[in-house]
């Protein structure tokens, strides 16, 4: 008999790649690149990463801005980057969009895009969690894509409100019109694409960096969050 293991008992039912935060010097978490890779490469040179520094990605590296194929090279191809996977990514996995200008070796990158990825107290996301509901119970699908446990829509009540942790969950996917800090979440989607920024939030100094970023995209003024006007 051959013995999988199972998830049920091992933590969540999304899939995790769990790393450990002390091997590490400096740690950003990134928010929604969307193809914009010259704010990405505005960010990294202001970050400085040295070999023993490490950025997490929150997925959307890809889609709406010019240049999705350089910003997937360029994280694939360093080792002081990951990224979890978003739905942008999802998309082009499940074949509902498309980008020609990707070769193989892209498409094995967003294959192996955990949905997650956790340390001891922290786990960053694209979307985030349903706050009524146990880590555990979530799908791949319900971290992807979270905004309001009752819809996918900006009019509200979002996740990111109700919820208190454990863990401090660092997500994207919901445009604000500034990055969110508090005790139990990290918001960092600043709307690059659309002509915001490109944010990064460090957790040693606890503090963010940004960079603005060329617009290629126009965005209602409705569907950026304030979140301190709400
Ligand atoms: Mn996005």
Known sequence: MIHTASRTNEGPSFSRRVIDLERYEDVYVVGDVHGCYEALDTLLSTLELGEDDLAVFVGDLVRKGPESAAV????????????????????????????????????EFLTSLPTAIAWEDGLVVHGGVDPSRPLGTHSDGD???????????????????????PP?????????????EREWVIGLDTGCVYGGALTAYDLRRERFVSVSADGYQNRPDAKFVDVEKR
């Open 72 to 107: 997937l090279e360029r994280i694939r191809t360093s080792p002081q980057l990951l990224s979890v996977r978003g739905n942008n990514e999802q998309k082009l996995l499940d074949g509902e969009a498309s980008l020609p200008e990707l070769d193989e070796a892209d498409r």
């Open 143 to 165: 971290v992807l894509t979270m905004r309001s446990p009752d819809g996918d829509g900006y009019d509200g009540p979002f996740w990111f409100d109700a919820y208190e942790g």
């Open 168 to 180: 401090r969950v660092f997500f994207g996917h919901t445009v604000l019109e500034e990055p969110l």
